[in-house]
């Protein structure tokens, strides 16, 4: 019932699928009529001698203004590299920061430890936002649980252990696996399906699950129709 945007990259099929409103991506000519705006914008910023934005930063605009013009209730915002200075980290209203797993990528520009990498990531945590985070390296909990306190935040880890009964799938379910999850308020959700194969993504999964029950009232038959329907092409993708 709610309208939701998406911003992630890279691309996989099309370009335009950075750019996506309720399963939609946006059209070619909203993509040109934003385009126009922001190209115009930045023609009056480098006439004022300030830089030309990135690319990238040209792509962010592009997406605020695509999800302003469907009025999005809510949009998930994926952060192009780290998070503290990404173009992302601008907004406001962050309802929640989910973080998954974090490893030494980037480390160019993110920094040469799994500390320093960290408190990149964890730039996105807001004031008061519920915050979400896949099992990580103690040294990285640790960053995150430091930025929790000082932002006045509540944490919630995935565990595990809490994952039980995977099964991959075969035949026509090649692509599927299904699982037992027992949440972080110990509700129990057995045999879900999830429309996504390696053995990685019932992590993933559990932790859309925990910012779903941080944030929204949706009903199980809801959360379950939303993990089965995901896809995310090119990703262990048959």
């Not at 059209?27 to 001698?49: H, P, V, W």
């Amino acid at each position: 019932g709610y309208t939701v945007g998406r911003y992630s990259s890279p691309a996989v099929l099309e370009y335009r699928e950075r750019f996506w409103v309720n399963g939609r991506n946006i059209s070619q000519k909203m993509f040109c009529e934003g385009l126009e705006i922001i190209r115009n914008a930045c023609y009056e910023m480098t006439e004022d001698g300030r830089p030309h934005p990135t690319p990238f930063e040209v792509e962010t605009a592009l997406a605020f203004w695509f999800f302003r013009e469907k009025k999005c209730d809510i949009v998930v915002l994926e952060t192009g590299m780290g998070g503290l200075t990404d173009a992302t980290n601008l907004i406001k209203t962050t309802l929640a920061a989910v973080i998954t797993s974090v490893g030494r990528d980037h480390m160019k520009f993110l920094g040469e430890s799994i500390e320093e990498i960290a408190r990149q990531k964890a730039g996105i945590i807001k004031q008061g936002c519920a915050v979400l985070s896949t099992d990580q390296a103690p040294e990285v909990r640790s960053v995150i649980e430091e930025t929790v306190a000082e932002k006045g935040c509540t944490v919630c880890f995935v565990d595990p252990a809490h994952i039980s009964r995977i099964q991959k799938g075969s035949g026509r379910n090649i692509g599927k696996l299904r699982f037992d999850y027992r949440c972080n308020d110990g509700t129990l959700l057995k045999n879900l399906v999830l429309g996504l194969a390696g053995t990685f993504q019932p992590q993933n999964a559990a932790l859309a699950i925990e910012t779903l029950k941080a944030v929204f009232a949706v009903s199980e038959k809801t959360l379950r129709k939303g993990l089965e329907t995901t896809v995310w092409p090119g990703r262990f993708s048959v």
